[in-house]
């Protein structure tokens, strides 16, 4: 006889801590005395996410979803669900009208994650054309060619209220109507791909691109089709080979299947795309600076009005989108603009992806809709904090963006919302950090990245990054003064008003961000020439308590310096003029007598 | 293939979405998915794709398909891959290496046994 029932247990940390190894065993032991343990198998899982309800318990094939199950319940579940077949009403996952849902897909944002952007990654193979078509790939294309104009198309994204999704938020159909309604004068306009993706952690576009590049391809042919241009580029950055190879894969195919080219399924449209490496400079995401960088330029933004709208590719009309707005257009325009429009937030609607990365149990790419909270995404789809650790701060919008403290956990993430906590969206990293990093350190790692990344055009940019960066490394190495806060502020502000592009003008953000909900921890370095997380090694300093202390000579052996002493029994002594503060004794006592302070 | 027309395009896409329900439920194939995105190969998924083309080789199994995928947006449990058999639940296995790929050919595919220790859910549902 078979296995016909599979009882799947959350094994993630945050359910683990509540007892669920005690539910898998007593679960197991239910199967045997009931006299089914032959048919059911009973495995522990992975995060299933939804942590604030865990322990979760899932039986298959009929996708029951049991929630704060406790060990005491294993016996009722057993008994009703695999002997008799009937689910056990309490325990199912309940909606907020208190209606018990009976099945995995009758559950909202279940796992409190949307997957439209994402909808083919991870399911389609990404070299088969014929994957994509299947899940209703170019089924948009086909509607927008044969059934609407150019007009009904820039109506269906204004219903829909798509904006953006390369951080600044700006409304998707504004944007292709302004190209669309550049008088016709017959010269070329172009469509453009932004897939310059250089924020540090951020990874959502290679992903896309990896996963489901016929979507851009559709997407920016509908962009063609739109805005009257029949060329398009998609400009990625050469660190990005497995993504390049398979858009020229794919794109390779649309041409031979007529989906790209010359007179598109026999519409008589006409449309080529072209790929465009870059070298990996972090202004070549700002879109003048990619447009020159197409063009053979330097990658250096140009002041604007005009916009590229407007006036872009080789002084041409174009319109210009992030891999991930692009993404949603094939989806939108299938499925209609209201569909999309119902989801998010009043002001931003559909979902964002994220790559949350840094200290999260859950690493991974995340896509939820708008007005999921930062707790949610944190606790529930990411597993929360490892190690028991205390949060600390998660910085959105990469280097331009700023850090949000666990006062703000529940604010509904959308494009206003982040503004006002002094963030942004940005591409959609997301950052999680702990007890154990110093937010100054974090603050100059981001202005290091922005410093090396500024193409150096503008005064503003160039050297005022130089001087914040300078100032801050000042404070970490315990030289800081009070005055220094205020000219941190002035340099800032006259960043943000004076820069020439995005760059410049976002480079202080991290800076005016960790002041304003930090203030406490740039005074200990000031004042108190301490850092409480350890971190600076300036201001760290490591010593033994000699009352904890049994000599048992493993930080002396740990040690790659040997400036530790002491014999075998007896308390040991760090010379602190050899410590060079790596940290290593502190990890490799078993006795917590070795103090940072 | 031919440059396609307008109805060669709905015909293909019906044709394929019908071939992959069938293949699904009659179980008479076993798909086995390999997310192969960079965070993926960087993870050694190269290794686990090795490993069930020796193995399914050696024991001279039929009707098992490996296919190639993206990432599944699972970044912490890489290499991940799917299992879909009939019979069996759809199964998402995470940290998968060479050995836990051998287990999935000997316990999953062939005693109809889930994997403990590596099963995950998949990140979200489909939209509809």
């Not at chain 1, 865990?54 to 199950?69: M, Q």
């Not at chain 1, 007005?371 to 205390?390: C, M, Q, S, W």
């Not at chain 1, 921890?521 to 009352?547: F, M, N, Q, T």
Request: charged residues 25%; hydrophobic residues 35%; neutral net charge.
């Amino acid at each position: 006889m078979g296995i016909s029932n599979y009882v799947l247990v959350c094994g993630g940390t945050g359910c683990e801590s509540t007892k669920s190894d005690t539910i898998y065993k007593n679960l197991m032991a239910a199967a045997d005395k009931a006299g089914i343990g032959e048919t059911v198998q009973i495995v522990k899982t992975g995060c299933f996410g939804l942590c604030e309800k865990g322990p979760i318990v899932k039986f298959l094939p009929d996708e029951s979803f049991y929630v704060e199950v406790k060990p005491e319940d294993t016996d009722e579940l057993v008994n009703e669900h695999l002997v008799k077949g009937r689910k056990v009403e309490r325990l199912l996952y309940k909606n907020e009208k208190q209606e018990a849902l009976h099945k995995e897909d009758d559950i909202p944002f279940y796992q409190k994650q949307k997957r439209i952007v994402l909808r083919n990654c991870g399911v389609i193979n990404p070299e088969d054309i014929t994957e994509y078509i299947a899940r209703d790939g170019y089924a948009a294309l086909e509607k927008v060619l044969f059934e609407m104009t150019p007009d009904q198309v820039v109506e269906e994204l204004k219903t829909a209220g798509l904006r953006g999704r390369g951080g600044a938020g700006f409304p998707t159909w504004m944007k292709w109507n302004f190209t669309k309604s550049v008088p016709d004068d017959g010269g070329p306009r172009y469509v453009v791909c932004n897939a310059d993706e250089g924020d540090p952690g951020a990874y959502m576009d290679r992903s896309t691109l990896e996963g489901d590049p016929h979507s851009i391809i559709e997407a920016m042919t509908i962009a063609g089709f739109t805005t009257g241009a029949n060329q398009g580029f998609i400009y990625i950055r050469a660190e990005y080979p497995l993504a390049i190879d398979r858009l020229k894969i794919a794109m390779a195919q649309a041409k031979e299947y007529g989906l790209l080219g010359e007179n598109i399924l026999g519409s008589g449209f006409n449309f080529d795309l072209e790929i465009r490496l870059g070298a990996g400079a972090f202004v070549c995401g700002e879109e003048t600076a990619l447009l020159a960088s197409i063009e053979g330029e330097r990658g250096m933004p140009r002041p604007r009005p005009p916009f590229p709208a407007v006036k872009g590719l080789w002084q041409r009309p174009t319109v210009i989108n992030n891999v991930e707005t692009y993404a949603n257009i094939p989806v939108i325009l299938t499925k209609g603009g209201e569909w999309f429009n119902k989801i998010g937030t009043e002001k931003s609607k559909g979902t964002k992806v994220f790559a949350l990365t840094g200290k999260i149990n859950n690493s991974g790419l995340v896509e939820v809709p708008m007005g999921t909270t930062l707790r949610e995404i944190i606790y529930d789809v990411g597993g929360g904090i490892p190690n028991g650790k205390a949060f600390k701060a998660v910085q959105t919008g990469g280097p331009s963006g700023g850090v949000i403290t666990a006062d703000y956990l529940d604010t509904p993430i959308d494009y206003d919302n982040l503004i006002s906590l002094g963030s942004m969206m940005g591409s959609g990293g997301m950052i999680v950090m702990d007890e154990d990093d110093c937010i100054l350190d974090v603050t100059k790692f981001y202005l290091e990245f922005s410093v090396e990344e500024s193409c150096g055009k503008c005064s503003p940019c160039r050297i005022g990054g130089k001087k914040l960066h300078g100032i801050l490394n000042r404070i970490t190495k315990g030289k800081g003064k009070m005055e220094d806060l205020e000219t941190l502020k002035k340099i800032g502000k006259a960043m943000q008003k004076a820069s020439l592009c995005g760059l410049g003008q976002t480079t202080p953000n991290p800076v005016m961000s960790t002041m304003k909900y930090f203030a406490d921890e740039y005074r200990a370095h000031i004042v108190d020439k301490k850092c409480p997380a350890g971190v600076c090694k300036d201001l760290v300093s490591y010593s033994i308590d000699a009352d904890k202390c049994i000599g048992c000579t493993v930080c002396a052996r740990k040690c790659p310096v040997n400036c530790i002493a002491g014999e075998r029994k007896s308390p040991h002594v760090i010379d602190k003029d050899k410590c060079i503060k790596c940290g290593a004794c502190f990890d490799a006592c078993k006795f917590n007598a070795v103090i940072v302070g | 293939m031919a440059k396609m027309s307008l109805a060669d395009l709905k015909a293909l896409r019906d044709q394929k979405r019908s071939e992959m329900a069938r293949r699904t439920s009659e179980g008479k194939i076993v798909d086995i998915i390999i997310g192969m995105g960079t965070c993926g190969i960087a993870a050694g998924a190269k290794d686990v794709l090795n490993t069930f083309v020796e193995e399914i080789n050696s024991k001279q199994l039929e009707g098992i398909v490996i296919k190639q995928t993206g990432c599944m947006g699972l970044c912490h449990s890489e290499p991940t891959v799917e299992v879909h058999m009939a019979g069996m639940p759809d199964t998402i296995y995470g940290n998968v290496n060479s050995e836990v790929a051998r287990k999935i050919i000997g316990d999953h595919i062939q005693g109809k046994k889930l994997v403990s220790g590596h099963v995950f859910d998949k990140p979200a549902t489909d939209i509809k």
